[in-house]
């Protein structure tokens, strides 16, 4: 069992989006390890508890989103996240959704790990941090909730 430490040396909210994601998985591999019974309500599985849900999710591959200035008119986003069937028409859909526009991209994966870059402007321009931050949350936020069934509400 390894020991992991976080902490914040200014006593202040942790805001950065990697140390945020080691913090969920830490928690998540804690509470499978101890509680298993809470695999179920995790939705993690077969492999790593006691009863499998529908859906499985794989908590070891960890959701990475960067968004880079390409010059005045355009942003350069990479997405690492956890492969599955659809994930490249979800990301273009969330994406859009925020009124953001696609001018191209690229997608790879290696195994269970999809990667995924896209070249991406608002009204013509570069993206401007406040809205950065809108995509990489609204990203983040879609890319962790599990999938449900269209007539399950």
């Known amino acids: 069992m390894a020991l992991v430490l976080f902490y914040s040396s200014t006593g202040r909210k942790v805001e950065d989006p990697e140390l945020l994601e080691a913090i969920r998985l830490t928690i998540i591999n804690n509470l499978l390890e101890y509680h298993p019974e809470s695999s179920s309500q995790l939705a993690m599985g077969a492999t790593f508890g006691v009863e499998p849900p529908k859906e499985k999710v794989d908590v070891d591959i960890a959701t990475h989103i960067r968004v880079d200035d390409d010059g005045p008119d355009r942003s350069l986003l990479y997405v690492e996240t956890a492969d599955r069937p659809g994930l490249l028409v979800d990301l273009v859909k969330i994406i859009t959704d925020i009124n953001i526009t696609v001018e191209s991209g690229e997608f790879d994966t290696e195994g269970l790990l999809a990667k995924a870059k896209f070249h991406v402007s608002y009204k013509g321009?570069?993206?401007?941090?406040?809205?950065?931050?809108?995509?990489?949350?609204?990203?983040?936020?879609?890319?962790?909730?599990p999938t449900t069934e269209e007539a399950s509400f």
Do not use: D, E, T
């Open 125 to 145: 321009k570069a993206i401007i941090r406040p809205l950065q931050q809108v995509l990489a949350n609204s990203l983040r936020y879609f890319l962790r909730r």
